[in-house]
């Protein structure tokens, strides 16, 4: 593993963020894995269950960008490590986001999602393989004590 | 990847949920990687944030096992990929837990859970990398319709 991996597993970590903020279809088709492997990949929303295959993945990922008028992520604890040809990212989503459904009155909302993003190499360039993404409770550690 | 591996990992992956059921933190400690991995070892509980390092995560584990006197799972939708000396296995963990606030009137409950389970293989056995599991709500796909 050498520090440039590390780089370009993160440089398309952040794409796949820079996508979905720009509602950039095209965009984020590429970051996702295909070709032989787009039976393989992989996508879970915050609170849905997982959908599997690359198609079935890009509609959810239209279908969403559709229903988001704004969004902007803030990573942070962005951890990667690189094994061959895998590389795994957990990171933590910090969201700002618009609801859309009060016209004028319009307001931000935030809210932090914690993602697992598991990418694989194919020749040469990373591609996301699996996402998993799942909202953080305020109050889910506390409960437990 | 052969047959036996795929068998191999979904045992490991069975022996997880067996552990939890078991109340059983010596066999969960031997589900997780350790030795060199601890510091690479990650766990995402429903709704909380990522928990990292093999000390930390057995911990949260000891104080849910104490938390939960019954559950039992049923896994459906397992997927299994192995790439060289890793693996990505995907569930649904259907739950059937029972609230002990209750007393004698304890209840049973059920829930959905969708899992991302990273599994590395040490010195010939797998051992589980990465837990992700979050909560499927109901409601979730339809409210993008």
């Given at each position: ?20 903020e ?48 704004y ?33 004028e ?21 990373w ?19």
């Open positions: 593993m050498t520090r440039s991996d590390l780089a370009a597993v993160e440089e398309v970590n952040a794409e796949f963020y820079a996508a979905f720009a509602g950039d279809l095209d965009r984020m088709s590429a970051v996702w894995a295909g070709g032989p492997y787009a039976d393989k990949v992989g996508c879970v929303h915050p609170g849905w269950p997982l959908i599997r295959g690359r198609d079935e993945v890009l509609r959810s990922w239209a279908l969403i960008m559709a229903n988001t008028p969004i902007q992520f803030v990573l942070t604890d962005v951890h990667t490590q690189v094994f061959g040809d895998h590389a795994l990212v957990t990171c933590s989503e910090n969201i700002i986001t618009m609801d859309d459904t009060a016209g009155f319009a307001s931000l909302a935030g809210g932090s999602i914690v993602a697992t993003n598991l990418f694989l190499r194919v020749e040469g360039r591609r996301l393989l699996h996402h998993h993404g799942s909202p953080v409770l305020d109050q889910a550690e506390g409960d437990e004590e």
